[in-house]
Each structure stands twice: as C-alpha cells, then as structure tokens.
C-alpha cells in the first residue's frame, strides 16, 4: 500500500458524540443519505450490515464501500481499489477526466463478497474487473481484479438456483461468466428497454418464480429513470411492466433531478429499500457542484407483483427504517462528518482523502510539521491538444489530495507552512472536479521573488478573472489558513487570513459554483483539497528543488443541505 493508510490516532469527535444519543426511530429522513458526488450505487444487505459501492471514474482509491446498520449513517469501510498493484500501469496512462472505473456491482454469495466493474480509457479499451474479498472492512483483503473483456458497460452480477452465474450490461446483454478465468460466453440481448436512450446499469433479482431485469434509462441527465421487466427463465422472454418507469422525476419541478441507476435490497424484516443517483439542481439543471449523489427511498414488492418505489424528494418517510445505530465496524469516517485534522497528531492519510489517479509514490506524507505535499510539474490544469497525452494522462503526477464537498454549505480551511524557493512553486486550495474545471487559490512565488495569492479557475463557463493580490509582508513568517467557504448555494468565497488572526481575513474572490458543474449528465463531481505545483518549471517528472508545502488544522465543516428549491437542512 502506497500511502500508509491506517488507523487514526485521533478521531473526530463528532463520531463518539452520537453513539452517546439513544436509539430513536425516525419519522423521515433526509436525502441524499449518501451526500456529495456518489453515482450509480449498488447495494446488498447481509447480517444486517448494508453495504455500498458507487462509480468514482480516475479518483484514487476508487470503489468505496460504505456500511450502514440504519441506512442513514454510513461509514466508509474500505476501498475495492486501494493499491496500483491491483491495475499496474493502467491510472496513469488513462487520459479522459470521466474515464475510469464505471458503475460497479457489489453481491454477496456463499462467504464471498464481489463488486464487478468496468474500467474504460486504458489504451487497450474497456476492461471489466472482478474483486472478491472475505473481508470487507480491510482494503487488504480484497484481491487483485479478475480480468475480462466486455463490449459493454455496466456489469451486474446474478447466481442462478443451478449455480450458473450471469452478468448483464448496458443493452441489455446477458453472458454466462467464469468467475475465477473472467470467460464469456456469447451474448444474448435480453431486453431493448421501453425506448429510452442508453438502457443501462442493470440488475437481475430472482424473486417468487420470477426473473426481475431493472435498469435504467433515458441517459443519466433529465430523463433519467428506472423501468422493469421480467421474465420466467433467467435467459428472457422479458416483458416489460405496464406502467413503467418505476421511478423518475423527468417532466417534474422537483429539486431532486436525474434520478435513476439504482439497486434493490431488503433489510432484515424484508422491508424493500434502494439506492439511486440524483442530482440538486431543480429544473434548471443549473448548478449543480456535488454533481451525482446517491438517494435512498422504501419500497413495497408483494408477492409476485411488480416492485412500487417510493418517489425520490428530500424528506422521505422513515417508519420502517432500522433504529439508529453508529455501531458500524471499520475505520470511517462516516460520509456525513465533519473533517477536523491537526495533521499534526495523525499517522497516517484519512481513507476519505482522494487523488486524481494514483499518485507518484512519496507526493503525500504525514511528517511531524504536517501533511507534507511534494509537487507536481502539473498543476491542476492539463493541456489539451498536442501534449493531451502526456499531461492529462497524469504520469507525470497531479499533487491533489481531497475529500467529497458533501453539503450545499460548507467551509473548509487549512493551514499552510510554505517557503518556495523558485519562481512559479504554488501551494494552495482547490475546488476540483477535473483537470478541465476547478478554482484554485495558491500561495504562489511570483517573479522577483514576490509571494502572492493567486486565484484562478478553469472550466466550461463563469470563469473569473485571475486574481493576484500580495501577500502582506507582515503575514509571511507563520503558516497562512486558506479557506474555501459555500456561504450560498451557487457560490464559492475563497480567503486567507494569518493563522490565529481571522479579523485580517482577506477575501480574494468569489468564484460561480458553474464552473464546477460539468453541465447535464456531467458524471463526477466536487473535491476540496489542497495541491502543491511549481507550474510546469524541471525537467521529467521532477519540480526544481524546494517547494514543499506543509498543511495542518484541516477543517471541513458542514452547514447545510439544501433539499427543495427554497429549503436548507441544517446540520
Ligand atoms: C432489440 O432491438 C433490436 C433492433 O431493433 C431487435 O433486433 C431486437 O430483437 C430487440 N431485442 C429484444 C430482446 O427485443
Ligand atoms: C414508504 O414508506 C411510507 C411510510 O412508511 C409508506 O406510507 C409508503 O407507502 C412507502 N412507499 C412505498 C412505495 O412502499
Ligand atoms: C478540532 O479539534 C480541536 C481539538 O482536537 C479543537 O480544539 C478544535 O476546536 C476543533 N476544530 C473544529 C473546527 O471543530
Ligand atoms: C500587519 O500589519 C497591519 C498594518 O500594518 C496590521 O493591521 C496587521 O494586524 C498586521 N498583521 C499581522 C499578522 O501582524
Ligand atoms: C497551469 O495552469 C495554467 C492555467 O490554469 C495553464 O495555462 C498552464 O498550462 C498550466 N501549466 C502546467 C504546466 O500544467
């Protein structure tokens, strides 16, 4: 393992408040249960543990799996893929910013667990990856991938009662699978869907002598939808329900948009519930930084009748959750805490903390004066045209580390120690969602040796000016905290104060969440962090000396949720 992830000396202290709250059922609840960018969730219940996994495309580690007792809190658990090994070579070559690891499948069968998934954009086209782990809550323990070579997207994963296991894709196509060789067998198209544009993201349940094909539909933008057919035989002929979609809020004006792509689950009591992506946006589909996060909503499916699911708002019932329990195993966090690191206490990286691929090895350190980051000649830009090979494909290292913006508002600050040497060396704050949109404010060496925090931004519209203003002479010997604030839900303000002395609190810009919003049917979506770059200066894939930055007291804070069109939920 690269990066000495472990345990945490310290944890927040958010986590052991709660376990200190009774148990109480809850009348409704919440969405998104799985809060900030979370797409294409898929889920199982076992032992009364629920797990889940989401698409995270060239994020590293990729595959989280969250667990739950009350499918409220959830805690990350573990990474499916958490080490280079598993995939040698493949992250750093991968050029396209939505490339990656698609939407993944997790099921449980006789003392195993295996999430099957796609990689698109090696240089060899689309893999598919089979892991299988016994143990969940260890990054460890789960294997090396099982390779095989799909022709389309979106694997699920079904037993059949004769043993005989199935994966359906993007299509819908279904083909027998060896899971220890990764062989196909030929492929059968099962369904077309019910007219919708890219049938996808299938899942097979058996259930009362039925075979139930749910997908999704419609594309992953406004007409997004989940529609279900069924069949008597694994292998079709599948008829289609007649009053598809079963779920979809296409032609509504509800806050919650593109919902669709999801999995189906009971928990202990046989109580039917699922996981999808929406997105909150509203209508307008207009900002939308969190991009796709993942909605939990009941369900009722009787004896030999088709599915009924419960529309996806922001406040849902919640009579038959499961009591509230934090009592998950694992190391965490819990998706919905807030961040409070000294760096200068712990051991080792949080889990929640993600790269932009896999990162060079030794760019990341806790050391005693903090969370060193060493650059990278990129910075978090990458060209296109002719040099699109070389620096969007990340081999020469992006030095990014974040976590998911989880609420509408929020604020994050860090503290910075930096002392560049050579003209260019930055080290700063980001919100970033791919190389070709984010808003970066640095702490940048200027020419003449000048510090200056510089704020730019680079995406698809509402792309400020750059802002460069002086570092005050006076605040250059202690570590500067740089904050990125969502005071609104459409905007960004980035400032920077003295360490110990807000009132000086400079603002530097106030930059449109737009320009982190990928547009309709974009499919990642925000990070706040931190980077360390000298802009392009050395040679290979090393900055000149120097340029080191050194963060600690990093805080994310969560204010709010925003859940209808004029309603915020505050934590
Ligand atoms: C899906 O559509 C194709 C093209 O129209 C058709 O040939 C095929 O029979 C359809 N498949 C199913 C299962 O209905
Ligand atoms: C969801 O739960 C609520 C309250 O428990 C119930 O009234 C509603 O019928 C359920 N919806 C479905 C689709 O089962
Ligand atoms: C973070 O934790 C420290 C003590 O461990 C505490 O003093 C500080 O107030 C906390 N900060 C936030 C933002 O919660
Ligand atoms: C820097 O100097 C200004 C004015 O000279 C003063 O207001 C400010 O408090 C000083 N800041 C620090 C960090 O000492
Ligand atoms: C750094 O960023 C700027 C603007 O965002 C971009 O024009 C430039 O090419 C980048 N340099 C490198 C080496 O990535």
């Not at 699911?309 to 966090?333: A, F, I, W, Y």
């Not at 459409?490 to 106030?510: D, F, Q």
Request: proline share 6%; aromatic share 10%; charged share 20%.
């Amino acid at each position: 393992m690269l990066l000495g992830r472990g345990l945490l000396l310290c944890f927040a202290s958010f986590g052991l408040l709660a376990h200190a709250r009774p148990s109480q059922r809850q009348d409704s609840y919440i969405n998104p249960v799985l809060p900030g960018w979370h797409s294409d969730p898929s889920c199982i219940q076992k032992d009364g543990t629920f797990f889940c996994v989401t698409s995270t495309f060239i994020a590293f580690p990729g595959l989280p799996v969250y667990a739950s007792k009350d499918l409220i809190n959830w805690k990350l658990i573990s990474h499916v893929w958490n080490r280079e090994s598993q995939l040698p070579g493949i992250s750093w070559k991968t050029a396209g910013q939505q490339d990656g690891m698609f939407a993944p499948t997790i099921r449980y069968h006789d003392g195993k667990f295996y999430v099957i998934c796609e990689y698109l954009g090696t240089t060899g086209g689309i893999i598919g990856v089979l892991f299988k782990t016994e143990d969940l809550f260890d990054d460890a323990k789960w294997s090396d991938p099982v390779i095989f070579r799909p022709n389309h997207i979106d694997p699920d994963l079904f037993w059949d009662d004769d043993g005989k296991v199935y994966m359906a894709t993007h299509g819908v196509t279904l083909q027998e699978l060896d899971l220890d060789t990764g062989e196909l067998s030929e492929e059968l198209n099962i369904w077309n869907g019910t007219g919708g544009v890219w049938p996808e993201g299938p899942h097979i349940y058996k259930k009362d002598g039925w075979y139930y094909l749910m997908i999704a539909e419609g594309g992953t933008g406004p007409d997004h939808s989940i529609t279900i057919a069924r069949a008597r035989s694994v292998t079709g002929p599948y008829a289609a329900y007649e009053n598809n979609p079963i779920l979809t809020n296409r032609g509504t004006d509800e806050w919650f948009q593109t919902v669709g792509h999801g999995d189906l689950f009971q928990d202990t009591k046989g109580n039917w519930w699922g996981l999808c992506l929406a997105t909150r946006t509203g209508p307008s589909l207009g900002i939308s930084p969190m991009g796709r996060e993942a909605v939990l909503f009941n369900a009722t499916w009787n004896k030999g009748e088709w599915p009924v699911l419960q529309p996806v708002r922001g406040r849902m019932p919640g009579s038959k959750l499961p009591l509230e329990n934090r009592n998950v195993g694992g190391r965490g966090p819990f998706v919905s805490d807030d961040d409070n690191y000294s760096f200068e206490q712990e051991t080792s990286i949080p889990s929640h903390l993600i790269h932009h691929r896999v990162p060079r090895d030794g760019a990341f350190a806790v050391t005693k004066q903090g969370l060193e980051v060493t650059p990278s000649r990129n910075n978090m830009t990458g060209k296109l045209g002719a040099e699109l090979d070389i620096e969007l494909s990340g081999q020469r290292g992006l030095s990014f580390i974040g976590r998911r913006q989880t609420h509408t508002l929020f604020k994050f600050h860090v503290d910075l120690a930096f002392s560049p040497q050579e003209d260019g060396q930055e080290a700063g704050v980001t919100v970033f969602r791919t190389q070709l949109d984010h808003i970066d404010l640095g702490v940048v060496r200027l020419s003449q040796s000048q510090l200056a925090f510089r704020l730019r931004a680079e995406g698809p519209s509402s792309v400020p000016e750059t802002t460069i203003v002086p570092v005050p002479e006076n605040w250059t010997n202690e570590p500067i905290q740089l904050q990125v604030e969502a005071a609104s839900a459409t905007h960004y303000e980035l400032s920077a104060a003295p360490v110990g002395n807000s009132e000086a609190r400079m603002i530097i810009g106030t930059v449109s969440a737009k320009v982190v919003s990928g547009g309709q049917g974009s499919f990642v979506g925000s990070l706040v962090g931190v980077f360390a770059t000298c802009n392009g200066a050395g040679s290979e894939l090393d900055c000149p000396g120097g340029g080191k930055a050194y963060f600690t007291n990093w805080a994310y804070n969560g204010i709010a949720q925003q859940i209808t069109a004029d309603e915020f939920s505050y934590t």
